[in-house]
């Protein structure tokens, strides 16, 4: 008998966002692996969920799925989460998931809410279609490329980026895409949430005069 993987996606920041099935999934499930076993098991203690807790991250994601394959051979099932959002996307799980439908077990994915689909309701700029690029490049020469390529295309483009990183990146948009539309959205359904609009010399003038805090969305508008 197979087990089954599930994709469990938990709230971005306000614990408000939990949803009812995710809750009921976590309840069920025989284990759940976790990007961060201390980050889960606050969530889980905040609803009074018990289950064994195994941790799932980058550093350890070919040794555990080989391990999770043969526990869904012996009918186990497993609900797989990140820290914030939906595992696999720019968090550990990708692999998982893909081994997993190779396997051919069944994979089932709760849904809940998504950074960067908020960033993009929020932003004010066209929605359909957009380009979802991830985190920004580290390195400032691949992050320049990277920026120029969203001032391209003819789509919206959304990234991750860390607030270590934001004066630094908006630097090279200043350099770059001087002519670009950005929207900034930072503390995503957190008591400061915050979307700012304008260019890239607005929005540098305004960071370098206030602490970046929080994890931060960045939306490039297409170029009319």
Known sequence: MSGKLYVVATPIGNLEDMPPRALRVLREADL???EDTRHTGLLLSRFEIRKPLISYHQFSEAKRTAEFLEKFAQG??????????LPGVS???????HATIDAGVPVEIVPGPSAPLLALAGSGFPMV???????????????????????ARTCTSIYFESPYRIVRMLEDAVAEIPQCRLCLARE????????R??????????????????EFCVVVAATD
Not at 129 to 151: I, S, T
Not at 197 to 214: C, D, I, S, V, Y
Request: proline share 7%; no cysteine; aromatic share 10%.
């Open 129 to 151: 279609p957009f380009y979802f690029g991830g985190f920004l490049p580290v390195k400032g020469g691949q992050r320049r490329k990277e920026l120029q390529a969203a001032a």
């Open 188 to 195: 995503l359904t957190k008591k400061f949430e915050e979307y």
């Open 91 to 97: 968090d550990p799980g990708e692999r998982l998931i």
């Open 197 to 214: 609009r304008g260019t890239p010399a607005e929005l540098l003038a305004h960071f370098q005069a206030h602490e970046p805090r929080g």
């Open 76 to 85: 186990q099932s497993i609900a797989l989460v990140s820290d914030a959002g």
């Open 32 to 34: 759940i692996a976790a």
